[in-house]
């Protein structure tokens, strides 16, 4: 009796469950009505683009207690200081720079224009207008501003790892910049003044990188839809999932094979939760985002002991 019940033992894999997507994220992608192609979507100004190697830097999922985030990933260790406002964390900071990338290579230039008022900024944004948007994405930009990256890269890991193949940036030994350098802004109101921003001007070295030549396509409304659910680990997966499987088909590896702890460690290091949580929060967000990218369940599965994600080598079609 006692060998019956150990049979019926659910595994690990089972636990963490199927990577389909639910009826409820597929409802959800389908009334989008995405236009299909790179042209539509660069006509209508629905792309943004991305750098590989900003695809791999993420700001805090919650609000950190000091202002630095450091984390080491796959070549090199990049940390994110604050200013007096903290570090910008959740999805508006995400959203902002998908859009400062979308802008700077749109209009061709460091110093971006958002707009002639706050709410054809939001609307943009895909974010809707009102009081309570206006203020968090305000005070998002004005963290944004005084947030600084570093940027290390030691000599064992340019041994180990081509980063400059890989994403076709080039990491000094160590550097330090800011993303933006400047914020033109306004006041509205005589009795309550509020503060909102007509134009950004872009650090010059962070605007480097957005030049750099590799840049990955986006359909800049999923992320905009990720952006009102908070499902900040869904939005950092749908950046990196794409750059992680265009790495895995430029090498002759059939698989990848990325434990749990390492897509913890990679993507919410300061988190206190226990790492089965992250395993049942990184199950549900893998099936939002093979929802938003047909064929993406095709290429990820669990390993059958649950302690890895494995992504076969197989093309994506990301967008036409």
């Known amino acids: 009796m006692m060998e019956k019940e150990k049979g019926k033992k659910k595994t690990k894999r089972s636990e963490l469950g199927t990577l389909k997507p639910t009826p409820r ?10 236009p299909s192609s790179y042209a539509e979507q660069y006509e209508s100004k629905g792309i943004s683009f991305m750098n590989p190697f900003f695809a791999q830097i993420y700001f805090p999922h ?12 796959q070549g090199f260790t990049y940390e994110l200081w604050g200013g007096k ?46 009081g309570r948007i206006a203020t968090e994405v305000h005070l998002t930009l004005m963290q944004m501003m005084q947030t600084g990256i570093t940027l290390t890269q030691s000599k064992n890991e340019k041994q180990t790892f081509n980063l400059n193949a890989a994403t076709g940036v080039c990491v000094a030994e160590r550097e330090n910049f ?5 914020l033109d802004v306004w006041r509205v109101g005589e009795q309550k003044p509020l503060y909102w921003t007509r134009t950004i001007s872009l650090s010059p070295r962070f605007y480097e990188y957005i030049q750099v030549q590799s840049k990955m396509p986006f359909d800049f409304r999923l992320f905009t839809l990720l952006a009102k659910t908070k499902n900040t680990l869904a939005f950092d997966l749908l950046l990196w999932l794409p750059y992680r499987v265009n790495l895995l088909n430029m090498n002759s590896a059939p698989i990848a094979t990325i434990t749990i702890q ?18 049942d929060r990184l199950r549900k967000s893998l099936q939002l985002v093979c929802a938003i990218v047909p064929g993406l369940s095709d290429l990820l599965s669990f390993s059958n002991d649950g302690r890895s994600l494995l992504v076969k080598n197989k093309p994506l079609k990301f967008l036409k």
């Open 25 to 34: 994220h597929e409802a959800l992608i389908h009334n989008l009505c995405l």
């Open 262 to 279: 390492q897509l913890h460690d990679q993507f919410d290091p300061y988190s206190p939760a226990p790492l089965y949580k992250f395993k």
């Open 62 to 73: 919650v609000t950190q207690k000091d202002s630095f985030y450091l984390v080491h990933r």
């Open 85 to 130: 406002l903290g570090l910008p964390t959740g999805s508006y900071p995400r959203l902002i720079l998908l859009d400062l990338f979308r802008r700077s290579v749109i209009q061709k230039s460091r110093v971006i224009n958002l707009g002639s008022t706050v709410k054809e900024y939001l609307t943009s944004l895909g974010l809707g207008y009102n």
């Open 178 to 182: 800011v993303f933006i350098e400047n």
